[in-house]
């Protein structure tokens, strides 16, 4: 087998991946060896009594900013020269399934989550090697943006999802969204089954799935059909 992707997330909630690594096809992934997942308290490297790893933003301002030393000192100890260190920032570069592509062939990825405020500029300056958003919102914990990156990476890894055909007909893939999907019964409270899918007419089926497609993309992601 060749080598395994290795997914190091370092939070201040590490629990927040327990149960989400713990269930489904990435638990499966994991068992199985394909992937390896760590949630690392960021807490470990921090200095003192209380080991503080956030205070107050110098210039003023609400809330807290994750501090530069236990964070440069975790990234020290744990990154390698291959690692790749992926910030999860609300102001990063669109998660999408190109970029989940690249990121799956690569062999460590720790990714840093951020909270409250953030972190410290001089941490995005010198140590993260790119900065990745899951969408144009905030949201309180940085971990959870981290377990969506895992989950769509490693669907792009060989032999997590069971199947190498699933990929190809889901939303995204050749810049379109998904086609309907249904199954039995044919017809439910008056509402059928499209009658194609039901001819048993590959070659229409596969045509109508396509139209469907482009269909629906142009109505909800019209930006997608510019690629």
Same mark, same amino acid.
């Given at each position: !087998? ?9 939070? %201040? ?8 690594? $713990? ?30 790893? /956030?205070?107050?933003?110098? $210039? ?5 900013? !994750? ?8 990234? #020290?100890?744990?990154? #390698? /020269?291959? =690692?790749?260190?992926? +910030?999860?920032?609300? /102001? ?10 690249? @990121?799956?062939?690569?062999? *460590?990825?720790? @990714?840093?989550?951020? *909270? ?9 300056? *010198?140590?993260? =090697? ?6 144009? +919102? ?5 971990? @959870? ?15 997590? @999802? ?10 995204? #893939?050749?810049?379109?969204?998904? +086609?309907?999907? +249904? ?36 109505? %909800?992601?019209?930006?997608? %059909?510019?690629?």
């Amino acid at each position: !087998m060749d080598s395994i992707l290795r997914f190091d997330v370092l939070s %201040l909630f590490p629990k927040t991946l327990e149960g989400f690594t $713990g269930e489904s096809i990435i638990a499966r992934a994991v068992e199985s060896g394909i992937i390896e997942v760590n949630s690392l308290d960021i807490r470990r490297w921090a200095d003192g009594k209380h080991r503080e790893t /956030d205070d107050r933003p110098f $210039g003023g301002g609400s809330g807290m900013v !994750m501090k530069p030393e236990p964070i440069f000192s975790a990234i #020290e100890d744990i990154a #390698e /020269d291959h =690692t790749k260190i992926i +910030y999860m920032a609300p /102001d990063g570069e669109p998660l999408t399934s190109s970029l989940c592509k690249e @990121l799956s062939k690569e062999k *460590h990825l720790l @990714l840093l989550s951020g *909270h409250y405020e953030g972190v410290d500029q001089r941490v995005r300056d *010198h140590l993260v =090697t790119r900065e990745v958003s899951v969408g144009d +919102y905030v949201i309180t914990n940085g971990a @959870l943006a981290a377990s969506v990156l895992i989950d769509a990476v490693s669907r792009h890894i060989p032999n997590v @999802l069971g199947g190498e055909g699933s990929l190809e007909d889901e939303s995204f #893939e050749a810049h379109l969204l998904a +086609y309907p999907q +249904y199954t039995r019964p044919s017809e439910f409270r008056g509402m059928k089954v499209p009658d194609v899918l039901l001819s048993g007419n590959h070659s229409q089926i596969s045509a109508w799935r396509e139209s469907m497609r482009l269909e629906k993309t142009k109505k %909800l992601r019209p930006d997608l %059909l510019k690629n």
